[in-house]
DNA sequence: TAGATTGTTAATCGATTAACAATC
DNA sequence: TAGATTGTTAATCGATTAACAATC
């Protein structure tokens, strides 16, 4: 079995080239498959069918190869696909390795837990700093992260071109603090404050967590699952 | 302007009856209708029509219309949709109310936090323990909540008939737990250990979180708008 | 070469939107 | 009643699956 693929994770082949927009659907997928290719390569897998992976996801090969068809080809006849080159193809399309610089807002328990996570260095995200209001943890450190007050928020974004923010904060906080990161320069917002960011900045971008959701969710799964039961 | 609607909430013309089973899709969406019939619950607003709600939502006002009546009838031509009731019919449709009782595995930063919130009560769900493996907490309490040895946790979430399982614990530990809980009777997992519980026990449902997931797609959306502002 | 597996087209399915008659 | 707004059907759009020819 011979393969195109080459040492360097480079391909012969001519690919790469974006076609038609990508749809949002595939969009939503690349980070799972991100997670799932990474798990391979740990586990020092070279190269994978898309009936394998098929199998190990809960998707349909068909739609495997459908998606990664969105951006050209990856994959070799009779071969599969080379797991490490297809890894660094997805982490390119999500921008890991853009070295994005990130700051955490609201020093709370969650911002704590966040603080404290491996998942920002894994994506490529640099945390450089936190903010909050109260005195008695400013000039602390959390996790290796310096606490700033919010006062000198501005200013630290504006000097050291902060990318993103991390939003911890209470939700009545929420759009003050997004005004005054948007203002500095921030163009991601993460939030994980209790309401609904919405922001028409133009080049800002949001992207609203909301727990409680999934909590819902699963009440909801429960729920049909006993009505289910109760059927029989 | 007259209303069929009646002050304590019901109604009078007949609805309710489940047609065809609910697509996915509006499943997914009605954890936000709840969020947003809320707050304008809370504004002490009475009623409201699909075009105001969609515009505060950002959707089609088709769309609301097609989704709420996958439910039955739940508003009135020339009125609008009753806001309490509407609210009370999603809260119903989603379990909320059915008291299910929930603990918390693993204690650590996330787990706090998650102790810390008012999401549990918010929709209905009582938090009555939380178990983890440090010696050092176990015995005491957070936000309330006491810690339990994980060694004690089998037999609690018997004695208790315990629902809902939130899991906060290193992913190494996350399936001997999730085991654990599952032979327990806990029919609901929700978990934010690093890894996607796949589990097969019947009746038994799981929602995976992946905040790193979203983390990644906000650096594609920052990386997606600076590729536009490039283009100009 | 023969076998494996992709890339890609066509068919199916589901979700969204538009339009309007029904009706409060 | 007249105006407003839903419920519902039909049209459109997008996403998924199936199938197989291309090709490594």
Redesign the interface.
């Known amino acids: 079995m011979e393969s195109i693929y080459k040492l360097d994770g480079t391909f012969d082949k001519h690919v790469g080239e974006m076609k038609t927009p990508v749809p949002p659907a595939v969009?939503?997928r690349?980070?799972?498959y991100?997670?799932y290719l990474g798990e391979l390569l740990r586990e020092g897998r070279l190269r994978i069918s898309s009936a394998e992976l098929s199998k190990i996801m809960?998707v349909t090969a068909s739609q495997i190869r459908q998606d990664l068809n969105c951006f050209g080809g990856f994959g070799q006849q009779g071969y599969g696909y080379n797991i490490k080159y297809l890894h660094g193809k997805i982490s390119e399309?999500?921008?890991?390795g853009?070295g994005?610089k990130a700051v955490i807002v609201g020093a709370?328990?969650?911002g704590?837990?966040l603080a404290?996570t491996r998942?920002?260095e894994?994506?490529g995200?640099n945390r450089i700093a936190m903010f909050d209001v109260d005195e008695k943890i400013i000039g602390t450190k959390i996790y290796g992260l310096s606490v700033y007050s919010i006062d000198d928020m501005h200013d630290f974004c504006v000097r050291n071109k902060v990318?993103?923010a991390v939003l911890t904060v209470p939700k009545e906080a929420a759009y003050s603090v997004a005004d005054t990161l948007i203002r500095a320069g921030v163009?991601?917002l993460?939030n994980f404050a209790n309401t609904?960011l919405?922001v028409s900045a133009p080049?800002?971008?949001v992207?609203n967590?909301?727990?409680?959701?999934?909590?819902?969710?699963?009440?909801?799964?429960?729920?049909s699952?006993?009505d289910e039961?109760d059927k029989k």
């Open positions: 969009i939503k690349l980070p799972r991100h997670r809960g399309l999500l921008g890991v853009e994005y709370g328990n969650l704590r837990a404290a998942m920002f894994r994506r995200v990318d993103i163009r991601g993460w609904e919405k080049g800002v971008v992207e967590i909301h727990l409680g959701d999934s909590l819902m969710t699963l009440c909801y799964e429960l729920k699952s006993s039961e």
